[in-house]
């Protein structure tokens, strides 16, 4: 199959309107388009394609324009509060390992994964993994002095201490999903003092949460979608459920929030969040459609009792 030949602005524009969707300001919407990718555009207009590839009658470039510009709003705050969710759960592992198995406890195997773990086959080979890991981290450590010269924390202990990084050091340079992997590492006791003294969620939730927050983590930072399409399923609270089936769908970003708002430790930061969000949801209601980022009616309600 042959390449598909490259068009200029201008006419990706005129596709654009020869497919029936109403172009307004056409300087205006070549000067968006420039600045934004044609493909990236047209990933919202998909929902409003016929079967002849020609878009519904009356859609309008300004509309997408718009669900575009509130899909980038809504990353940005999404991604505010994931910050605070990150911090803090790097934190509990930190303070979980250093206070159950010492500075460097995270080093020995011994300190991680119970019996009754290994025989579930969670991790065949456990010395290996762990010194896989540990031999990264330092790779990463030792590539992130050279290239960002403002880690100097690190660059104190790798002085001072010989190499020898502190849990709580170390958690600093490491990412969400590393964070994330290594929270699943941790032995029964250990994750049962992290839901016991510093996390109210159980731990079988919270394992489940920290990968499905990544990976939306990842997709913020990735410019990704939320708007109009489906999230991997994330685990929903008893709470947020009729018997055994899901009040609201596990695979929009709604869900998600709702284990976010679990998660945060301050009040004041969540009716932050929440206010924030009202005033985005309000700015664009003309435009956007609940249903398309999961959320009820009642969602303010929800997310404020």
């Not at 990236?40 to 997408?64: C, H, M, P, W």
């Not at 009729?242 to 945060?264: E, M, Q, S």
């Not at 969000?277 to 009642?298: A, Q, S, V």
């Amino acid at each position: 199959m042959a390449t598909k030949t490259a068009t200029t602005f201008e006419e990706q524009i005129n596709i654009l309107k020869d497919r029936g969707l109403i172009v307004e300001d056409f300087d205006d919407a070549k000067l968006f388009i420039q600045n934004i990718n044609y493909y990236r555009f047209t990933a919202y207009l998909i929902k409003y394609k016929e079967k002849d590839g020609s878009y519904k009658q009356g859609v309008k470039f300004n509309d997408i324009k718009n669900i575009y510009l509130f899909d980038q709003e809504l990353r940005h705050l999404v991604v505010s509060v994931l910050e605070i969710v990150e911090l803090s759960f790097r934190t509990y592992v930190a303070y979980t390992i250093a206070h159950s198995c010492g500075p460097l406890g995270y080093l020995k195997s011994e300190n991680f994964i119970d019996k009754k773990e290994k025989e579930k086959g969670f991790l065949k080979d456990y010395e290996k993994e762990i010194k896989l890991k540990h031999d990264k981290i330092l790779d990463d450590i030792y590539t992130s002095i050279d290239d960002n010269k403002n880690k100097l924390f690190i660059r104190h202990h790798n002085k001072k201490y010989n190499g020898d990084i502190p849990i709580w050091v170390l958690v600093e340079v490491l990412s969400f999903g590393t964070i994330s992997r290594i929270y699943k590492l941790l032995t029964t006791d250990q994750q049962m003092f992290i839901y016991k003294k510093l996390c109210p969620v159980s731990r079988k939730l919270l394992k489940s949460w920290v990968g499905s927050l990544n990976k939306l983590r990842n997709e913020c930072a990735h410019y990704g979608r939320l708007y109009g399409t489906n999230l991997s399923s994330i685990k929903i609270a008893n709470k947020y459920k009729n018997g055994k089936v899901n009040i609201y769908d596990d695979t929009k970003l709604f869900a998600y929030i709702l284990a976010i708002k679990d998660l945060i430790y301050s009040k004041d930061i969540w009716r932050s969040f929440v206010s924030s969000l009202h005033t985005l949801l309000d700015k664009h209601n003309r435009t956007i459609n609940l249903y398309e980022i999961g959320f009820p009616e009642d969602w303010f309600e929800v997310l404020t009792k």
